[in-house]
């Protein structure tokens, strides 16, 4: 149960868009479209915003989109806002009937 | 609205056991999975265990080497997490989250309970 593998940090300007990559194995991310990603505030619980690798949950604005080649997902987010500051997460559901997390990327928005 | 709220954190001793509880409403919990995440201080999420609606699957992260039980309680809308022989690596907010209905992702969160292994 390795997790999965994200950068750790991110930057961005307001207005500019950013990705975010999240490497697994085809014991996760390549074999599953069961990746999601999280966004969380300090002190503050994490929110789903993409699940099933690309799919938003109402309410979650249309910057956000999800993205999946082979072992790796992406997350995108367009026309960067001073509040998309936060860490990132994303999870995947394993061959071992487990889930998985990225250790998370921090987007600093300059 | 949907809401968990988690309850029983605390200070424990290493090899001590403590037992966190995670009140749910505003939906029907029996036809939901439910799981712990955990997060220490500075540190990533680390998923912990989940547990399907009528408790038939039940699946926990490697790493705990059979310390903790999870278990619910449909009739009182709650989930358990029973956490025993604790190590100062325990040390965490533990969430409590509820799975997208037929999926994975966590869709809802509580705030979480803070569990501090120290002597």
């Known amino acids: 149960q390795s997790a999965l593998t994200q950068p750790a940090s991110v930057s961005g300007s307001p207005g500019q868009s950013i990705t975010i990559s999240c490497t697994g194995t085809?014991?996760?991310?390549?074999?599953?479209?069961?990746v999601s990603w999280y966004q969380q505030h300090p002190g503050k619980p994490p929110k789903l915003i993409i699940y099933?690798?690309?799919s938003r949950p109402s309410g979650v604005s249309n910057r956000f989109s999800g993205s999946k080649s082979g072992n790796t997902a992406s997350l995108t987010i367009s026309g960067l806002q001073a509040e998309d500051e936060a860490d990132y997460y994303c999870s995947s559901y394993t061959i071992s009937s487990t889930r998985v997390f990225g250790g998370g990327t921090k987007l600093t928005v300059l | 609205e949907v809401q968990l709220v988690e309850s029983g954190g605390g200070l424990v001793k290493p090899g001590g056991s403590l037992r966190l509880s995670c009140a749910a409403s505003g939906f029907t919990f029996t036809t939901y999975s439910i799981s712990w995440v955990r997060q220490a201080p500075g540190k990533g999420l680390e998923w912990v265990s989940s547990i399907s609606s009528t408790s038939t699957y039940i699946h926990y992260a490697d790493s705990l080497k059979g310390r903790f039980t999870i278990s619910r309680d449909n009739a009182k809308n709650s989930l358990s997490l029973q956490m025993n022989s604790l190590r100062a690596e325990d040390t965490a907010v533990y969430y409590c989250?509820?799975?997208?209905?037929?999926?994975?992702?966590?869709?809802?969160w509580g705030q979480g309970a803070l569990v501090t292994v120290s002597s």
């Open positions: 099933d690798v690309s």
């Open positions: 085809s014991s996760d991310v390549g074999t599953y479209d069961y």
């Open positions: 989250a509820r799975d997208r209905y037929g999926d994975y992702a966590f869709d809802w």
